[in-house]
Each structure stands twice: as structure tokens, then as C-alpha cells.
């Protein structure tokens, strides 16, 4: 899917390389993935809440991401 932020970026997610950030100024791509701590590569929305932090859900759990410092925090589902 692509989703558009509310600071007019957009995100391209993939079903097997994480997501990307398409920078306007240099017109390329910034792909965030497992090596950067996500728990999947395989990401299938997006959305914004009011603190601008973006919630991705994954193959593997809910992922809340701050585009403005990186900082991530995994929510992975429970198994019983």
C-alpha cells in the first residue's frame, strides 16, 4: 500500500522489504526494514495519530514508528 502522512511524505509499504519514505528533495528512496529493529519485512498499512507517529502493522505484531527520530516500539501479538 502507500500512504501519505500529514507532512505530505510518502510511505510505500512491501510484502518483503519493509517500507520506504520517498525523499522529495533527492528523489530516493529511504527503506526501513529488519536491520533497522523491525520485527518483519513484510508490512501491510499505515496510519498516523495525532502525535504524528506512524502505527505499521507487520507479519510479526503492531509496530509504533516516529519518523521524526527513528524510534520504534513493537507491540507482537500474544500466543496462547
Given at each position: 500500500s502507500i500512504y501519505e502522512?500529514?507532512?505530505k511524505r510518502l510511505w510505500f509499504?512491501?510484502?518483503?522489504a519493509g517500507f520506504?519514505?520517498?525523499d522529495l528533495q533527492t528523489?530516493?528512496?529511504?527503506r526501513y526494514d529488519m536491520?533497522?529493529?523491525f520485527p518483519s519485512n513484510v508490512i501491510f498499512k499505515m496510519?498516523?495519530?495525532s502525535e504524528h507517529n506512524l502505527w505499521i502493522t507487520t507479519s510479526n505484531g503492531l509496530v509504533c514508528f516516529n519518523p521524526k527520530t527513528t524510534?520504534?516500539?513493537i507491540l507482537q501479538p500474544?500466543?496462547?
Open positions: 502522512d500529514s507532512q509499504m512491501t510484502q518483503g520506504c519514505r520517498f528523489e530516493t528512496f529511504v536491520s533497522h529493529g496510519i498516523e495519530d524510534n520504534i516500539c500474544m500466543v496462547y
